[in-house]
T-cell receptor, first 112, second 113 residues
């Protein structure tokens, strides 16, 4: 099993659609989880952290299932500006260091 | 505004040449990181540093070197030993505590002439 594995995509959806991204991770000792957004030829930017209880930020909802080692991101009412690659990121501790492992990302295109 | 500054934005390297990528942050973060991104691939960790004058190899350190003489600065040198250096290089920083996200500079694109 890969350390962090995401839906391969790409996803093409119309404006206003709801879209969900899934991510699995292999290390049960992983401690924290994030979704980043990366626009074409730009740097990744933090979209949201993912908490055990699940969390919501406007149109975005993140869920974590530790038992299944699964993370999800739901985008409601998609906007054209949501078009980007979404990266699932897992932070795991190795000794005294905190290492982030990035998924390859899922490309989302929102169409008018 | 606080942030991470990478320079140059684009860099060209001749065969056999070493080049150095700059990364400066004014976020007062202890930890700094260098990643490489290839098309269609995830980010891969090259080197990281949790404190001044100390750094650790990441997953793909061969052909690269770093220094951390100041908290604010973490330059990356791509040496001639790196046989496939063409990539998008990203510098990041974070607080060196559990559950902290990393914040990225806007990257340097390195190409071979």
């Amino acid at each position: 099993r890969k350390e962090v594995e995401q839906d391969p995509g790409p996803f093409n959806v119309p404006e206003g659609a709801t879209v969900a991204f899934n991510c699995t991770y292999s290390n049960s000792a992983s401690q924290s989880f994030f979704w980043y957004r990366q626009d074409c030829r730009k740097e990744p930017k933090l979209l949201m952290s993912v908490y055990s209880s699940g969390n919501e930020d406007g149109r975005f909802t993140a869920q974590l299932n530790r038992a299944s080692q699964y993370i999800s991101l739901l985008i409601r009412d998609s906007k054209l500006s949501d078009s980007a690659t979404y990266l699932c990121v897992v932070n795991q501790r190795g000794g005294s260091n905190y290492k982030l492992t990035f998924g390859k990302g899922t490309l989302l295109t929102v169409n008018p | 505004d606080g942030g991470i500054t990478q320079s140059p934005k684009y860099l060209f390297r001749k065969e056999g040449q070493n080049v150095t990528l700059s990364c400066e942050q004014n976020l007062n973060h202890d930890a700094m990181y260098w990643y490489r991104q290839d098309p269609g691939q995830g980010l891969r960790l090259i080197y990281y540093s949790q404190i001044v004058n100390d750094f650790q190899k990441g997953d793909i350190a061969e052909g690269y070197s770093v220094s951390r003489e100041k908290k604010e600065s973490f330059p990356l040198t791509v040496t001639s030993a790196q046989k496939n250096p063409t990539a998008f290089y990203l510098c990041a920083s974070s607080r060196d505590r559990p559950n902290q996200p990393q914040h990225f500079g806007d990257g340097t694109r390195l190409s071979i002439l």
